[in-house]
T-cell receptor
Framework: RKEVEQDPGPFNVPEGATVAFNCTYS??????FFWYRQDCRKEPKLLMS???SGNEDGRFTAQLNRASQYISLLIRDSKLSDSATYLC?????????????FGTGTRLTVIP | DAGVIQSPRHEVTEMGQEVTLRCKPI?????LFWYRQTMMRGLELLIY????????DSGMPEDRFSAKMPNASFSTLKIQPSEPRDSAVYFC???????????FGPGTRLTVL
């Protein structure tokens, strides 16, 4: 079983729509969680961390459900510039970044 | 500040040839990672170094792949001989204990014909 599983999509949504991505992880000992964004033909970059209490950064909301080993990312009022692949990432450690496990990514296309 | 630097950005070679990919991590980072990304398998960790020492190479597919880090500012990933199934984007990333993220280079797109 993969460490991190995501629906690959693609998700095609109109501008202004709300879209949600989900991810599950298999190792209950995982300690910290993240979403990375990867634009077409570019490198992955950290989008945001995911905290147990849920956290928001502008139009983006991330949530963690430890009991279900489930992570989500919600994007409100989608913009054309949100088109990218979103990678779910888990870390077996609370701090540091030397033991990250990446999902295969969910591809989002925002349509005018 | 310069980010992670990788070269070449694109490489096209023929089956059986040796390929060498290069990476310069961000200055001051003591962890360096090599990843391979394909549509089918996503981002796979090949090997990572801490303070220039290989820590985990369990992701290296086979003996055709080797990686070195002779000093804190340079690493290579070598494939010899290359095969068409090695075609992928190879990313190098670096970090330090001060950060909770890895910083990726722009990648090398390798095509083996």
């Amino acid at each position: 079983r993969k460490e991190v599983e995501q629906d690959p999509g693609p998700f095609n949504v109109p501008e202004g729509a709300t879209v949600a991505f989900n991810c599950t992880y298999s190792n209950s000992a995982s300690q910290s969680f993240f979403w990375y964004r990867q634009d077409c033909r570019k490198e992955p970059k950290l989008l945001m961390s995911v905290y147990s209490s849920g956290n928001e950064d502008g139009r983006f909301t991330a949530q963690l459900n430890r009991a279900s080993q489930y992570i989500s990312l919600l994007i409100r009022d989608s913009k054309l510039s949100d088109s990218a692949t979103y990678l779910c990432v888990v870390n077996r450690h609370q701090t540091g970044a030397n033991n990250l496990f990446f999902g295969t990514g969910t591809r989002l296309t925002v349509i005018p | 500040d310069a980010g992670v630097i990788q070269s070449p950005r694109h490489e096209v070679t023929e089956m059986g040839q040796e390929v060498t990919l290069r990476c310069k991590p961000i200055s001051g980072h003591d962890y360096l990672f090599w990843y391979r990304q394909t549509m089918m398998r996503g981002l796979e960790l090949l090997i990572y170094f801490n303070n220039n020492v290989p820590i985990d190479d369990s992701g290296m597919p086979e003996d055709r792949f080797s990686a070195k880090m002779p000093n804190a500012s340079f690493s290579t990933l070598k494939i010899q001989p290359s095969e068409p199934r090695d075609s992928a984007v190879y990313f190098c990333a670096s970090t330090s204990v001060l950060y909770n993220e890895q910083f990726f280079g722009p990648g090398t797109r390798l095509t083996v014909l």
